[in-house]
């Protein structure tokens, strides 16, 4: 018995391999593609979007057949949890260079610690932050010498 | 044998045993955490050896792969949860003996079979090395594309679930590869103009994003119903019964394993598997097998660890990663710019014997460290996943960014991990994604040398015998199970007939 679930996987996975393979033809295209015996820089990936263009069209064409039960599916609730987790990070990614290292990261320890307590203000996660903070910059800046930036916005940059 | 005490020296010397030691630790300490296994442990702690030279670097990561292993094993035995495809044999009988109390036996037999294991993996290596590194200096270019091709078709053959999906895999790990400057002339190719992008992107960032920051994601989604409860350890000491029972099952899952690890695409998992299929036909007890027999345990146990010693072979006499743990190695050596092949034994043997003696090493610091040790690890399973993760992503993302001291190699991580988290909604494997994204550099290259070699490919090919027994091999592998496929289904329809 196949779930709706995984038809709904098997269409998406065929299509986004169709897509992707589309992209990639059309982007060796514009690379020299050379001779037999010489190949240019866009052969080879040409020969590999259109496999994956016709591997992923196999895919969709076959019917789904019935995958591993997830037995831990998190569902929209779990989905919305790692979408914040991933803006997260990516604001911790721009702001690094900017309120550096001990900010950005304190901003984004507090989040993860905050989307952990399923709570928007905590004191938990505040106080958690800052001590993952302090051991973070003991451990790596000052034991391990990693160069984390201090921050251009307080002109020592 | 001389080139292996050569390797002790270099593995006992105090840096390197402290080195080793940090590896096992760390590695055990990420292994035990549920949904975490060795690539995704190696994959974050890739990042810290960057600073170190390279045989001090290849034994942390050699430490942290045992010691991640070993993690797993533990958590399998005590909430069932493996670390990685390898301990899943390792749940069916040893979570059941820690259901009747033995907890701390099974435990304690699967250190006994790792040590074994790897005791007989380091001389197995000791002795198989040197034979194959001088077969294996005659490769030519075309030999080595012949010998990367077997890889990837024994990677279909045993990949699990849709090869047409693995294939997909396949490909797109080959594409991401192709990224950065072309390997002949140099031209940027999908570089996007972006001049972070031009030497490609680092095995380190795919790797930690796709299967490290993939996994957090993925156990991220899985807050609310993920619930553990540990089982009490018992004693540490197996009885007299358990140890006369486990004996000849740990030899021979260190035979088999280590055979079974030789070959591309085998390694720890399907030793596990086999191993624990063999002792099912040799116990005088069968009915206990899923019921709590320790042989279901030794067996598999000292199986895998034999496994990944064999796998080590093909990754550092030949240059060829049988499975995604060694692929990250090679992606490791890279980085320390090292390159594994049959030179490497010539150039570099402190590395390749350091690493070998390291093995031994590493496997007695983990009875030593790891037993006494037990109570603490069950302690930190104990820990809710809700607040451990986010010092997990810390520690991904400033590894990331201390790469190349720079933000972009974070933003390229995030992506990579939300591709890894997607590919697993997807029901893709990630596997057969990073085995080709590390070969496909010297696949794409060893291709294009042969084609320029080979003006009549056929009569090129003819004169390589090497290369051609390799290609009919891997032909073999392929035609062999469509056959027996056919066979079955032809059995089937015979079997309704006569019905």
């Given at each position: 018995?196949?779930?709706?679930a995984?038809?709904?996987?098997h269409?998406?996975?065929?299509a986004?391999?169709?897509l992707?393979?589309?992209?990639?033809?059309?982007a060796s295209?514009?690379?020299?593609?050379?001779?037999?015996?010489?190949?240019?820089?866009?052969a080879?990936?040409?020969v590999?979007?259109?496999?994956?263009?016709g591997?992923?069209?196999?895919?969709?064409?076959?019917?789904?057949?019935?995958?591993?039960?997830?037995e831990?599916?998190?569902?929209?609730?779990g989905?919305a949890?790692?979408?914040?987790?991933?803006l997260?990070?990516?604001a911790?990614?721009?702001l690094?260079?900017?309120?550096?290292?001990?900010l950005s990261?304190?901003?984004?320890m507090?989040?993860?610690?905050?989307?952990?307590?399923?709570?928007?203000l905590s004191?938990g996660?505040l106080?958690?932050?800052?001590?993952?903070?302090?051991?973070?910059?003991?451990?790596?800046v000052?034991?391990l010498?990693?160069?984390?930036?201090?921050?251009?916005?307080?002109?020592?940059? | 044998m001389?080139?292996?005490l050569?390797?002790?020296?270099v593995?006992?010397?105090?840096?390197?045993?402290v080195?080793c030691?940090?590896g096992?630790?760390v590695?055990?300490?990420?292994?035990?955490?549920?949904?975490?296994?060795p690539t995704?442990?190696?994959a974050m702690?890739l990042?810290l050896?960057?600073?170190?030279?390279?045989?001090?670097?290849?034994?942390?990561?050699a430490?942290?792969?045992y010691?991640?292993?070993?993690?797993?094993s533990?958590t399998?035995?005590?909430?069932?949860?493996?670390?990685?495809?390898?301990?899943?044999?390792?749940?069916?009988?040893?979570?059941?003996?820690a259901?009747?109390?033995?907890?701390g036996?099974?435990?304690?037999?699967?250190?006994?079979?790792?040590?074994?294991?790897?005791?007989?993996?380091a001389?197995?290596?000791?002795?198989?090395?040197?034979?194959?590194?001088?077969?294996?200096?005659r490769f030519?270019?075309?030999?080595n594309?012949?010998?990367?091709?077997?890889?990837f078709i024994v990677?279909?053959v045993?990949?699990?679930?849709?090869?047409?999906?693995?294939?997909?895999?396949?490909?797109?790990?080959?594409l991401?590869?192709?990224?950065?400057?072309d390997?002949i002339?140099?031209?940027?190719?999908?570089t996007l103009?972006i001049?972070?992008?031009?030497?490609?992107?680092?095995?380190?960032?795919?790797?930690m994003?796709?299967?490290g920051?993939?996994?957090?994601?993925?156990?991220?989604e899985?807050?609310?119903?993920r619930?553990?409860?540990?089982?009490?350890?018992?004693?540490?000491?197996p009885?007299?019964?358990?140890?006369?029972?486990?004996?000849?099952?740990?030899?021979?899952g260190?035979?088999l394993?280590?055979?079974?690890?030789?070959?591309?695409?085998g390694?720890?998992t399907?030793?596990?598997?086999?191993?624990?299929?063999?002792e099912?036909?040799?116990?005088?007890?069968?009915?206990?097998?899923g019921?709590?027999?320790v042989?279901?345990?030794?067996?598999?146990?000292?199986?895998?660890n034999?496994g990944?010693?064999?796998?080590?072979?093909?990754?550092?006499?030949?240059?060829?990663?049988?499975?995604?743990v060694?692929?990250?190695?090679?992606?490791a050596?890279?980085?320390?710019?090292?390159?594994p092949?049959?030179l490497?034994?010539?150039?570099?043997?402190e590395i390749?014997?350091?690493?070998v003696?390291s093995?031994?090493?590493?496997?007695?610091?983990?009875?030593?460290?790891?037993?006494?040790l037990?109570?603490?690890?069950?302690q930190?399973?104990?820990v809710?996943?809700?607040?451990?993760?986010?010092?997990l992503?810390?520690?991904?993302?400033?590894?990331?960014?201390?790469?190349?001291?720079?933000?972009?190699?974070v933003?390229?991580?995030?992506?990579f991990g939300?591709?890894?988290y997607?590919?697993?909604?997807?029901?893709?494997?990630t596997?057969?994604?990073?085995?080709?994204?590390?070969?496909?550099?010297?696949?794409?290259?060893?291709?294009r040398?042969?084609?320029?070699l080979?003006?009549?490919p056929?009569e090129?090919?003819?004169?390589r015998?090497i290369?051609?027994t390799?290609?009919?091999?891997?032909?073999?592998?392929i035609v062999?199970?469509?056959?027996?496929?056919?066979?079955?289904?032809?059995?089937v329809?015979r079997?309704?007939?006569?019905?």
């Amino acid at each position: 018995m196949i779930r709706p679930a995984d038809r709904v996987r098997h269409r998406l996975g065929g299509a986004a391999g169709i897509l992707c393979g589309l992209v990639g033809a059309f982007a060796s295209m514009q690379l020299p593609l050379g001779n037999a015996r010489l190949l240019g820089p866009g052969a080879v990936p040409l020969v590999l979007s259109l496999a994956m263009i016709g591997l992923s069209a196999a895919m969709l064409l076959r019917p789904a057949k019935p995958e591993p039960a997830d037995e831990e599916d998190g569902g929209l609730h779990g989905a919305a949890m790692v979408g914040i987790v991933v803006l997260l990070i990516a604001a911790f990614g721009f702001l690094l260079t900017r309120i550096g290292f001990l900010l950005s990261g304190g901003l984004l320890m507090y989040g993860l610690y905050a989307i952990g307590e399923e709570r928007v203000l905590s004191l938990g996660a505040l106080v958690k932050a800052v001590l993952s903070m302090i051991a973070a910059y003991l451990l790596f800046v000052v034991a391990l010498s990693v160069n984390m930036p201090a921050g251009s916005l307080w002109g020592y940059y | 044998m001389e080139g292996l005490l050569g390797g002790f020296a270099v593995a006992l010397q105090p840096g390197n045993l402290v080195f080793c030691f940090a590896g096992a630790f760390v590695g055990t300490l990420i292994g035990v955490l549920p949904g975490l296994g060795p690539t995704a442990a190696i994959a974050m702690l890739l990042p810290l050896t960057i600073g170190l030279d390279p045989v001090s670097a290849i034994i942390m990561i050699a430490g942290i792969y045992y010691g991640a292993s070993y993690g797993g094993s533990t958590t399998a035995i005590l909430v069932k949860i493996p670390g990685e495809a390898q301990s899943v044999v390792t749940c069916l009988d040893g979570y059941k003996m820690a259901q009747q109390g033995r907890a701390g036996s099974a435990i304690a037999i699967a250190a006994i079979g790792s040590f074994v294991a790897g005791t007989v993996g380091a001389l197995a290596i000791g002795l198989i090395s040197m034979p194959l590194v001088e077969f294996a200096v005659r490769f030519g270019p075309a030999e080595n594309l012949a010998l990367l091709l077997l890889g990837f078709i024994v990677i279909l053959v045993l990949a699990k679930g849709n090869v047409v999906k693995s294939l997909i895999m396949i490909c797109a790990g080959l594409l991401l590869s192709m990224v950065g400057q072309d390997v002949i002339t140099g031209q940027p190719r999908f570089t996007l103009g972006i001049p972070e992008l031009a030497d490609g992107f680092g095995v380190v960032v795919v790797a930690m994003g796709i299967f490290g920051l993939g996994e957090v994601f993925d156990n991220v989604e899985k807050f609310r119903t993920r619930d553990m409860q540990a089982v009490p350890v018992g004693s540490l000491m197996p009885t007299k019964e358990d140890l006369k029972r486990s004996s000849m099952p740990i030899l021979r899952g260190s035979v088999l394993g280590f055979l079974i690890g030789l070959l591309p695409g085998g390694g720890a998992t399907l030793a596990s598997f086999i191993s624990y299929g063999v002792e099912k036909k040799f116990t005088k007890h069968p009915e206990e097998f899923g019921n709590g027999a320790v042989e279901g345990v030794a067996g598999p146990e000292a199986a895998n660890n034999a496994g990944a010693a064999g796998s080590f072979i093909p990754l550092l006499a030949l240059g060829l990663p049988g499975n995604p743990v060694t692929a990250l190695l090679l992606g490791a050596l890279i980085v320390h710019n090292v390159t594994p092949g049959p030179l490497m034994i010539q150039e570099r043997p402190e590395i390749f014997w350091g690493v070998v003696a390291s093995m031994y090493v590493g496997n007695v610091m983990l009875v030593l460290l790891n037993l006494p040790l037990i109570g603490v690890w069950v302690q930190l399973l104990k820990v809710p996943y809700r607040a451990l993760y986010a010092a997990l992503i810390l520690f991904m993302i400033i590894g990331a960014y201390s790469l190349n001291n720079n933000p972009t190699e974070v933003l390229l991580l995030l992506v990579f991990g939300v591709l890894g988290y997607v590919l697993r909604k997807l029901s893709f494997d990630t596997a057969p994604l990073i085995l080709a994204f590390v070969l496909g550099g010297p696949i794409e290259f060893n291709l294009r040398q042969t084609m320029m070699l080979a003006r009549e490919p056929v009569e090129y090919l003819m004169g390589r015998p090497i290369a051609l027994t390799i290609l009919a091999f891997a032909l073999l592998l392929i035609v062999l199970p469509m056959f027996s496929a056919v066979r079955q289904k032809l059995m089937v329809a015979r079997a309704v007939n006569e019905l």
